[in-house]
Each structure stands twice: as structure tokens, then as C-alpha cells.
């Protein structure tokens, strides 16, 4: 890899990129620096010396007396202990990982297992260019900093700053860990061996995890894209631009198993809206998420692929749910009549973009601000990035409680509503 980059290192490259591009403000507030121990750095100690597409030796977690992660890791089901720093924004598990044109994720069965949270061509060399360093702030926590990196070849014109950061979550069973990715800045997107003018354009980084099974994978959006480079500003999977957090949990990421949903992005204007964005790989296997409700809620696809099929949890009241569908002619909801039942796959006839579930009994009292309260599991028609949001339905409940039958609601009037209807039940 090293000598093919240099034998096209010269060569010119496509036009370049429009000034929506142009780099952007930095971020600092996102990392972890400064701990106890951390150095003249911030950020602990170097983990590998000035280089072109290099790695660190292997890293064994024992390695750090103090640190905690006395299971290792589990990642998609393979035990670790150790693992490689890549000098181009990554770490791999099985062995070192030198490619610094990121593939798109999946890489195939390539055995070697990766996270990656700016996997582009880093170029360390440079006079003004950063370093990569390692540290442990606290015994359940290990952070891989690529401060104020360059990119090939010895270009520091553009830097990038991000964090990987792995807590170890052993505390919710052996081998489970949390994954943060942190962006102070990012301005590069493209080293001028993958194809990149002045550091954009080409075949810009990849962010997201790959299991090395050609299987299992999460790509972040943008990777790949110019608009990777709005990592550090872009919306993410928390309530911080900047930060994207996932909780690895017996091997698997969010959205693989009720116990390990996707979480949303919380507006805290609307405490009870709840906005997902992420990545459909197989549209035919569930993917759950967890907002909270209260009596009920709306499921609105805002962009991307429409919804196949909804499995309601179990644990409420008599699990009995009614299912409204979106009248596009009327602008309106309505009854369909039918009754989904907690715990059962149900198959809409035809894809759809929307639909309210109503039902869940008043005295379960569900808190409609939290998070984790009711989890579900949606298919969708096709791959692709989606942009949905579950808005709960509301009820006030006070010694005299009124219910009343619903009244015909347009879907954008549901930020904050007070819903009352009579519980419908099996005959």
C-alpha cells in the first residue's frame, strides 16, 4: 500500500470542491483532555511516532495497570483484548490496518474487525502537523486522540481533531463497552493519493464500525461523502453536535435487540418529540427504537425509506393496541379498527410513511420524557439513510380522570397534546 501511494502521489486530480466546503469552526468543548496524568499533551502519550499510513504495536488492555476491561471486549460476538492504533483513524482488532483510501463499509470477510471513527489518509509528518495520542482518564476509560492531523502528503493546510473513546461497561455483563466518537474539527475529508485536491473531493473518510464478517456494519452518515466533513457540526445520536455514542452489548450495536434500542435525539423544547436518524442496511430485519409515550403515538417517516411492518412491546396494560392510519386526501387520521397485539409482527398492507398507535392504558402511568420507556421494532421497504420521529401522545391524569372519544387531529398539531379516548378492548 505505502509504495503504490507514492507511485501516484503526483498525479493530478478532479476539480475542486464549491465553498460550501470551506473548512469550519472548531469544536473544542466535545473532547476529553486534561485528565490527572494526561501530560504536556492533554491527551496522554503518543501512540505511535510521526508517520505515513504506520500503526502501533499491539495494545493490550492489561497493558494500563489502572484500567479496567477485565473481559476485553466483545465485538459481533469475538472476544478481544487487545488492539492496533492505525495512524489513518481507526483502530482494528485482528491486526494492523495500514489502506488509506477507506473502503465503504462492509469490507467483506476480511477477518479484521474495525472502529473507525475518521478513516482517512492521516499524515503525520509534517512540521505543523499533530500527533496521535493514547490515555485512560479513569479506570473504566480509554481515549485514542488524533489531534490536529494532517493529510498525505505532509499537508497540514487543513487539520482534523477527533477522539475514539471505549468505556468499559462490564458492569452490564462481561465484554460490553460504550463506543463515543468525538469531532472538535474537522476540515479534511481526502488525502491526494484517494483522489483529493487540497484535501476534499476524491473518496472521502469513512466513520462507523465493521465487524471484518462481511455481515455486520454501521456506517455514520455522510461517510464517504463530501459531507463527512460536517461531522463535528451535523446532528448526531445525542443531544451534542459532535458526539455520536453507542453501547455495545453482548457483541452487537444499537437497534439489534429490544435490550439495546436506538436512542433518539432529544429536542429539549419538545420533551416528548423524538427524532432518529440512521442507516437501514437490511430493510427486512427489525431495527428497534425507544421513545417514550404515554396513551399513544405517531410514527412519522420525515425522509428515506416508508415502513413495512411493527412489533409493539409487551408489558402494557392488556397489550392490546389501535392502529390509525393517515388519510392523505383528508389531511386527517382514522380508525382502522384493527387491534395490533404487544409482542406480534404486524404487516401493513402497503409501505407507509406514517401511522398512530393509541391504547396503552392511562394507569400504566408511562413517563412521556423518558427515553427508555417503550420499545419498538419497525422493517422498512428499502436500504438507506431515514429521518423519523415517534411523538407521544399525551393524557392528564388527575382523581377524576375524563376520557372522552378522539376528535379528528392534523399530524403537525401533536408537539404537546392532550388526547383522551375511550379504551378500546378485544370483543
Known sequence: MYEFKKLVKAVAFGGVLAASMAPIAANASVLLEGWSGSGESGFGTVALDKNDDSSSQEIFFSDYADLGFDSGVNFFGNEHDSFFVNNNGNISFNGRVSSFTPSGFPNGASGNSMIAPFWADVDTRCDDCGDVFIGSPNAETMVITWDGVGFFSSDSSLTNTFQLVLIDRADTGAGNFDVEFRYEDINWTTGSASGGVDGLGGTPAQAGYDAGDGVNFFTLPGSRTDEVVNLDTADSNTDTAGIWKFA????????????????????????????????????????????????????????????????????????????????????????????????????????????????????????????????????????????????????????????????????????????????????
Do not use: C, H
Open 248 to 427: 455495545i452489548r453482548d457483541g452487537q450495536l444499537p437497534g439489534d435487540t429490544a435490550e439495546n434500542p436506538i436512542l433518539p435525539v432529544i429536542n429539549p423544547e419538545t420533551p416528548t418529540d423524538y427524532n432518529f436518524e440512521f442507516v437501514i442496511i437490511e430493510p427486512e430485519t427489525p431495527i428497534f427504537i425507544d421513545p417514550d409515550v404515554a396513551v399513544g403515538y405517531d410514527y412519522i417517516v420525515n425522509s428515506g425509506p416508508n415502513i413495512t411492518s411493527v412489533m409493539l412491546p409487551t408489558g402494557f396494560g392488556d397489550d392490546v393496541y389501535d392502529l390509525w392510519l393517515w388519510d392523505a386526501a383528508l389531511m386527517d387520521w382514522f380508525d382502522t379498527g384493527e387491534d395490533l397485539l404487544g409482542g406480534v409482527t404486524y404487516d401493513f398492507d402497503t409501505a407507509v410513511d406514517r401511522f398512530r398507535i393509541l391504547g396503552i392504558e392511562a394507569s400504566e402511568m408511562v413517563d412521556p420524557t423518558d427515553p427508555n420507556a417503550f420499545v419498538t421494532a419497525l422493517t422498512f421497504d428499502a436500504a438507506g439513510v431515514i429521518n423519523m420521529n415517534q411523538n407521544a401522545i399525551t393524557e392528564f391524569v388527575d382523581d377524576a380522570q375524563a376520557v372522552s372519544a378522539p376528535a379528528g387531529l392534523g399530524i403537525f398539531a401533536l408537539s404537546l397534546l392532550v388526547f383522551l379516548r375511550a379504551r378500546k378492548r378485544l370483543a
